[in-house]
């Protein structure tokens, strides 16, 4: 199980750090990415990296203002979010799969339980 950590309430152009920690020591095993779900929609890619955090994926949406990283030493992966936008608002969920990561919700073997972001304009 998975457990993030962050979210809240910013104004647009502000900046949000998210962390999702995994208990266990094979995290560094896996590949992480950050999703984000608004009510009635399907759960959207944001972006992913690497077991060994040597690349990273991004969405169209986030490109450029939204950072991805791990740090295996403590079993933690981070979302950097910059000049947050009102259409950022959502819940933003950490994954983990084993090997390559992966764009598709349904790849992902672990789940957190979700963290909300609300950007205001």
């Known amino acids: 199980q998975l457990t993030e950590s962050g979210g809240g309430m910013v104004q647009a152009g502000d900046s949000m750090s998210l962390a999702c920690t995994a208990p266990?020591?094979?995290?560094?095993?896996?590949?992480m990415a950050w999703f984000r779900q608004t009510p009635g929609k399907e759960r959207e890619f944001v972006a992913s990296?690497?077991?060994?955090?040597?690349?990273?994926a991004y969405s169209d949406s986030v490109e450029g203002r939204f950072t991805i990283s791990r740090d295996n030493a403590k079993n933690t992966a981070y979302l950097q979010m910059n000049n947050l936008e009102p259409g950022d608002t959502a819940a933003y969920y950490c994954?983990?799969?084993?090997?390559?990561?992966?764009?598709?919700?349904?790849?992902?073997?672990?789940w957190g339980q979700g963290t909300q972001v609300t950007v205001s304009s």
């Open positions: 994954a983990a799969k084993f090997y390559r990561p992966s764009h598709f919700a349904a790849d992902y073997d672990y």
């Open positions: 990296i690497t077991w060994s955090g040597d690349s990273a």
């Open positions: 266990e020591p094979t995290f560094s095993s896996y590949s």
